[in-house]
C-alpha cells in the first residue's frame, strides 16, 4: 500500500519508476483507482474544484466503462491502457510530458499555472551607456527628444522602476516566444495570431530576479547632477548599482565587471533562464556568445542609436531586440509638481541652503528665483542666440545683493555657474569650441515667458534686499554691448594660433564636395549611401556602427570648413614631428631624455595631413605612433634631422640634444 500510495502521488508529476507500474498496476486494479481518486481530490480541493461534482463524474465514467465492459469484448481497463502506453514511451524518458489520455477511466485537469517553476529573468544594464544615450546626446542623435520633444526632461523623467515590467512585457510579445516556455496557454506555433483569450495568461510565470547596474563616477560628482540622480533612482527602484569610483576621465572596469557577472551567473544553476541585456555596446559580444553557449537565452534592450553588431551578427539573441523609444510612454512619466519646483528650489521661490565654515548650513542669501531673473534677462538682452559664460560671469560678480556678489553665491551654494545652469533645466549649456577662451555657450531651453509665468506666484517668498534689487535691475540696459557681450560677439584670433607658421588665411575646397551642403543631416541617410560619401571624400569606408561614419564624414567637413589651407612646403608629418621636438627640447633648455619626448610626442595628435586623409580614425593616434610609422624609432628620426644628436643616459633611455651652432639659428 505504501508503495501504491507513492505510484498515485508521483505519477503525474513524473517521478515514479516503471518498473513499479509494471509490477503494481496489473496485481491491484481497483485498489490503485481508489488510492488515486483520493489522492487528486486532495489535490482538486487546493484548486478549489467542487469535491462532489468531481466524484459524481469520476462515479459515471466507471460505471460506463463497466457497463461497456459487459457489452464490449475488446474492452481494455483502465490500468491495462495506462501500462500498455507506458510501455510504448522511450526509455530514459518514460513519463516526459506525461498527461492522462482520453481513452482514461478519470481524464485530470492539467495542472495549474501557479504550479510550475517561474522563467528566470535576471537583467543586466550598462549605466554608462544609458546615461549617455538619455542626457549627453545631441538633438540628431537623440531618438527620445526626436520622439518627445526637445526639452522633455523639463517636464518628464523617466521611472527606472517600470523598467524591468516593461521589457518583460516586451518579451511575452515576442513573435519568437511562441516556441519558447513563455509561450501563452492554448496557443498555436503555427498560429501567428492567437486569440486574446489565450495571450493574457503566460505558460510560465516570468520572476525578474536581479537588476544589476553598471557605471563609474567621479569622486567629486555633485549629488544634484543628472549622473548622481539617475542612480539614486535606481537604487530606490531596487536595483543593484555596482558603481566604480575614478579620480580621472574615462571609465573603470565598468565593461569588465557586467560581462564577469554575466558569465558567472550563466554557470551558477538556475540563476537565470533568460538574460536580458541593456547595451549598445558591441564590446559584449564576446560573453553574450559565451552564455549562449551555456545554455542560457539571451534578450537585447537598447535603442536605435547603439551598435550595429547586434543586428548584424547571427545567432547571437533569442528573441527580438527590444527598442526602448518604442515604450517611452510606459517607462518616461510625468514629473510630479515638487519635481517641478526641481532640485533645492532652483526654477522656484525656494531658498536653497549653503554650508557655513563651521559645517553647519544656513539660508542662502539670494533665491533661485532672482538667479534666474537676472540669467534670463541678460541672454534676453544681448540679442544673440546664445551668450558666452565668460560674459555671464564678469555680469554676475558685478551684481551684489546683500553683501555678497551673485557669482560668489552661486559657486558657495551649487559649486559653480556651469552647475546651477544644468541643475535649472531651463537653460541649454554647449561647448565652446573656441578653447582659448575656456568658455562654454548659455541659451534659454525653455521659453522665458513660461519660467516667468511660473515663477510670478513666488515674488513673495523674497527677501526685502531682493525685492529693492529686482526692482532696479528690471530698469537695466546694457550701455555698451560690445563691452557687455564681448567674448559672445569676438572671434577667436589667429595671429595667436601656435600654427602661424603652418598656414594661410585663404581655404581650399575640393571641387568635388563644393556643392556639398555642410548642414545635411547624416543621419537620415543609409549606411550605403554614407559609405558612398566616405568614398568621394577619400575616408576610410569600413566601420562597426552607423555613427562612425556619421562622425568621419562631419569631421572632415568640418576640418573643411573650419581649417585654413596649409603650405604644401610646411605640410609633411616630418616637417610636424621636427616642430614638435623641437617644440619640447626649447623648452626643455636644449636637452631632454627620449622617455620624456616620447611622452610628449604621445600627448599630441598626429599631424593634420593625416587627419585630413584618414578622417575620425586618425583622431585616435597620436604622433608617437606616427613618427614610429615613418621612422621606425625615435632613435632613427634623431638621426635623420642634422641639427640633432643623442648621447648616452640611464638603462635604455638616451638624451636628446640640438646642436648648438643649430640652435642659435633656430633661435
Partial sequence: MYALAYLCQNLWSNQCPQHLVKALLPEYPSTFERIRRDVHTRTLSKEGINHSNFNQNFNNNNNKNKNKNNKDPNFIPAHEQLLSSTSRREPGNIFSGFSPSQSDVSPLPSPATTNITPLKVMIFIDGTWLYYSIYERSYERDVIAQKLGKYWRAELTPDWSRLPTVACQALLEDPKSKWSAIMPIGADASNESPSPSTTTVPARPIEVSRVSVYSSMHRDTPKDSFRYKMFADMMKAGFDVNMMETVGKGEKCVDIQLAVDMLYY???????????????????????????????????????????????????????????????????????????????????????????TNGTQ????????????????????????????????????????????????????????????????????????????????????????????????????????????????????????????????????????????????SRVMPESLEDESPS??????????????????????????????????EASV????????????????????????????????GQASSRDVGRYLAANKVSYERRRIEGSMAQRMSALLELKEIYGSLNAFVKNVHYLYTTSGEGHEFNICIDKDSRQKLS
Fill in 266 to 356: 550563466a554557470t551558477v544553476p538556475d540563476a537565470y533562464d533568460v538574460a536580458l541585456l541593456l547595451t549598445g555596446d558591441r564590446d559584449f559580444l564576446p560573453a553574450v556568445i559565451r552564455c549562449r553557449q551555456k545554455g542560457r537565452r539571451i534578450g537585447l534592450v537598447s535603442m536605435r542609436t547603439g551598435s550595429l553588431a547586434f543586428e548584424d551578427t547571427p545567432n547571437l539573441k533569442d528573441y527580438d531586440t527590444i527598442w526602448m523609444e518604442d515604450y517611452l510612454s510606459k517607462w518616461i512619466r510625468e514629473k510630479t509638481p515638487q519635481e517641478m519646483v526641481s532640485m533645492n528650489g532652483l526654477r522656484g521661490g525656494k531658498r536653497p541652503f549653503s554650508s557655513s
Fill in 520 to 553: 545635411v543631416d547624416y543621419t537620415a541617410l543609409t549606411v550605403p549611401e554614407l559609405k558612398e560619401i566616405c568614398r568621394k571624400r577619400g575616408l576610410k569606408v569600413s566601420a562597426k556602427k552607423k555613427i562612425e561614419l556619421i562622425e568621419r564624414i
Fill in 558 to 589: 568640418s576640418s573643411e570648413m573650419q581649417e585654413p589651407e596649409i603650405k604644401v612646403a610646411e605640410s609633411s608629418p616630418e616637417k610636424y614631428l621636427q616642430s614638435l621636438v623641437l617644440e619640447y627640447l626649447h623648452a626643455s633648455g
Fill in 362 to 505: 544656513q539660508l542662502s542669501q539670494i533665491s533661485a528665483h532672482t538667479l534666474n531673473k537676472v540669467i534670463t534677462n541678460f541672454i534676453e538682452k544681448s540679442g544673440a542666440p546664445r551668450v558666452s559664460s565668460r560674459d555671464m560671469g564678469r555680469h554676475l560678480k558685478a551684481l551684489t545683493v546683500g553683501e555678497r556678489s551673485m557669482l560668489d553665491e552661486i559657486k558657495a551654494v551649487y559649486g559653480g555657474l556651469y552647475q546651477f545652469l544644468v541643475l535649472a533645466e531651463i537653460y541649454r549649456v554647449e561647448a565652446d569650441s573656441r578653447r582659448a577662451f575656456k568658455a562654454f555657450w548659455v541659451s534659454m531651453q525653455i521659453d522665458s515667458k513660461m519660467t516667468k509665468k511660473e515663477e510670478r506666484v513666488r515674488d513673495e517668498d523674497l527677501s526685502d534686499n531682493e525685492k529693492k534689487f529686482l526692482t532696479m535691475y528690471e530698469q537695466w540696459v546694457p550701455t555698451d554691448k560690445n563691452k557687455e557681450y564681448h567674448f559672445t560677439m569676438t572671434e577667436p584670433d589667429l595671429k595667436k594660433s601656435p600654427q602661424l607658421s603652418d598656414i594661410s588665411s
